[in-house]
């Protein structure tokens, strides 16, 4: 069976920052999900193993077919389904044959089975449009099923899934799990969707230390990983005491030999000893002193080893800290309201069509719907990005809209400028604390927006929402928690749940919901 195995691998990232240095690791024939926080690879790592990206150096032995579904597919709007399925010529040889125009080359190359096989593969994934759709026509959940579609279609040695529920409904990531649990081969799954890493038969975890496999699903990895951490936490705080104890202990025989040397040159002082058993004396508490000091020496050596090992050992993490300034926002006010709002995009069926809504006050509302439904195109017409074809929104009070696409973030731009054009009455030494509590220290703040993991650019985006100087009233979150670790879902989480302000979310994660303290549901 096909596996992926990665020799002596090292790569940089384009500021020459080492991002893996000898990485030693096997993806066997079977389903591995692959964990770690922002910023450690992930998605790096599969476009490393799917050829996209070069090696410093090592080696990447790969089965001869691999497929790799990206977290943003190609979605131009020229590339309809059959391009992503690359039978966009094939399919125009059918259609020359259905018209008699077809050559005798195409009637011998023709693939009468093609049709069925390719809405047999998109029914799979729950979508029914023709080849010819663009994809910019379908939503961000639609677009990923596709994608996955089309891999499963052209069955490949080996997948690599990157984020593959992010921007899902509940039908379509149902459907990939059904197709995650069917897949016999080589699979590596980079996310942070826990229902998801349960269904891997192994867990690498990516760290600043390196990487590790673990057996078993992500339930199992979490309880190996919390007792390994507990005892190098207890191996780290046994190392401490023994450095203290160890220094105190030669301190204490430091003491000791002074007073014995103070006391020995009282006694040559007062004459009352033999000059010859005064030397005597001192000869021996010299070599004992000189062996007892070398000894000492060695302990303190040995535990400070012994410290540095138990150091190594526990990944240095910097807490991600969110916090909401206050809004202010009064109970009862009038936050928001849309009256027989009507939209479509042109040349398509009406996606929103007589959508009413109203919020009042600190509310926490959670819009619902499948993919498609236009709950994405619903804040943007509120937040003023798409102007409606009917109906009306009164929106009361300053608002921020974090979109799936992190649209507001220019990929040219480095974190500092999106944030200064973003928020412009800001200080600077304001931006730089708010960027410092989302973990843009530093250089961290000059790296460009183009550079950054997905994770990594949600924090920018969450950073210049949520922290502009202009308190937000109203917080217009789609999918939120895609991307984000699940150490940063939880802050995340916590810092929504004190937010004293209006929201409107879009997310499929039921669990986030609940932890938010979402308030009502409004479902498309």
């Known amino acids: 069976m096909p596996s992926i195995v990665l020799s002596s691998l090292s790569w940089h990232t384009p500021d020459n920052t080492p991002l893996f240095s000898d990485l030693d690791l096997t993806f066997g024939p079977h389903r591995t999900g692959l964990v770690g926080r922002n910023g450690t690879g992930k998605t790096t790592l599969l476009r490393l193993i799917a050829g996209e990206l070069a090696p410093r150096s090592g080696q990447i032995t790969r089965p001869p077919t691999l497929g790799l579904l990206s977290q943003t597919p190609d979605a131009r709007p020229d590339t309809t389904l059959a391009d992503l399925f690359g039978v966009s010529e094939e399919l125009a040889r059918l259609a020359r044959a259905d018209r008699g125009e077809a050559t005798e080359d195409d009637l011998a190359r023709a693939d009468w089975t093609l049709e069925t096989r390719l809405a047999a593969a998109l029914g799979a994934m729950g979508l029914d449009q023709p080849p010819e759709t663009p994809l910019a026509a379908l939503s961000g959940g639609q677009v990923t099923r596709a994608g996955l579609a089309a891999l499963m279609f052209a069955a490949p040695d080996a997948l690599l899934l990157d ?75 046994r190392a401490e005491r023994d450095v203290v104890e160890t220094r105190a202990r030669a301190q ?48 303190q050596e040995a535990a400070a080893d012994a410290l540095e090992t138990a150091r190594a050992a526990l990944e240095v993490l910097e807490p991600l800290a969110i916090d909401i300034p206050p809004s202010g926002l009064a109970t009862g006010r009038d936050v928001l309201r849309v009256d027989d709002l009507r939209f479509a995009y042109p040349g398509g069926a009406p996606v929103l069509d007589g959508v009413s809504l109203a919020i009042r006050g600190p509310e926490r509302i959670a819009l619902d719907g499948r993919n498609g439904a236009g709950k994405s195109t619903l804040l943007a017409c509120i937040n003023g990005d798409l102007v409606p074809e009917g109906g009306s929104v009164a929106l009361e009070v300053p608002a921020g809209l974090l979109d799936q696409d992190l649209s507001l973030l220019d990929p040219d731009e480095t974190v500092r400028e999106a944030f200064a054009r973003l928020d412009p009455e800001a200080s600077e030494n304001a931006r730089r604390a708010v960027l410092a509590r989302f973990l843009f220290r530093g250089e961290d703040a000059h790296r460009r927006i183009g550079t950054l993991s997905g994770g990594q650019r949600l924090r920018a985006g969450l950073a210049v929402t949520l922290g502009h100087s202009r308190p937000r009233q109203l917080l217009l979150l789609d999918e939120p928690s895609n991307h984000l670790d699940v150490e940063a879902i939880e802050t995340l989480e916590a810092a929504l749940r004190a937010f004293d302000g209006a929201l409107l979310v879009v997310s499929h994660d039921t669990a986030f919901l609940d932890r938010i303290g979402i308030d009502r549901r409004v479902a498309l």
Request: net charge positive; aromatic share 4%; proline share 1%.
């Open 163 to 237: 984020e593959p529920t992010n921007h899902l409904d509940r039908a379509g990531r149902a459907l990939v799990m059904e197709a995650v649990s069917a897949w016999r081969g080589c699979l590596v799954v980079a996310s942070h969707d826990r229902v998801l890493l349960d269904r891997m038969d192994a867990i690498v975890e990516l760290t600043t230390l390196g990487a590790r496999t673990f057996g078993g699903n992500y339930t199992f990895y979490r309880g190996a990983k919390a007792a390994e951490l507990s005892t190098a936490a207890a191996t780290l705080a």
């Open 252 to 299: 204490l025989a430091h003491e000791r030999k002074a007073r014995t040397d103070r006391q020995g040159r009282q006694l040559r002082a007062s004459g009352s000893q033999s000059k010859l058993v005064l030397d005597a004396a001192k000869e021996r508490s010299e070599g004992s002193g000189g062996s007892a000091a070398r000894l000492r020496q060695r302990q």
